[in-house]
């Protein structure tokens, strides 16, 4: 019983940990400019600013982040199937 305790504060530790990560990693952004465009990414691989012309293409920004959601979520999906992503790197915690 002991060690289902231990095992949800280190779930949660690792939640917390995970949480703080996505906020630094949004912090950073690069952008890239070529001819008449500008796109402006943060380190989750959010596009938060896509320019087209002059303009500001906040339509086509949210079609490209909702792809790479989809992409994330099926890649994360994969690596599970083959024994990787959080469930390896906690030894099996999740069973």
Do not use: C, P, W
């Not at 703080?20 to 008449?36: D, F, T, Y």
């Not at 982040?65 to 906690?90: D, F, I, P, S």
């Amino acid at each position: 019983m002991f060690d289902k305790l231990k095992q949800g504060r280190d779930l949660l530790k690792l939640r917390q940990q995970a949480k703080q990560l996505q906020v630094e990693l949004e912090k950073i952004e690069h952008v890239e400019e070529r001819g008449n465009m500008k796109i402006k990414v943060n380190g989750s691989q959010s596009v938060t600013y896509l320019e087209i012309d002059g303009t500001e293409n906040r339509e086509l920004m949210d079609l490209i982040n909702r792809a790479t959601k989809e992409v994330q979520k099926k890649a994360a999906k994969k690596m599970l199937e083959m024994g990787g992503g959080l469930g390896g790197l906690l030894g099996g915690m999740g069973s």
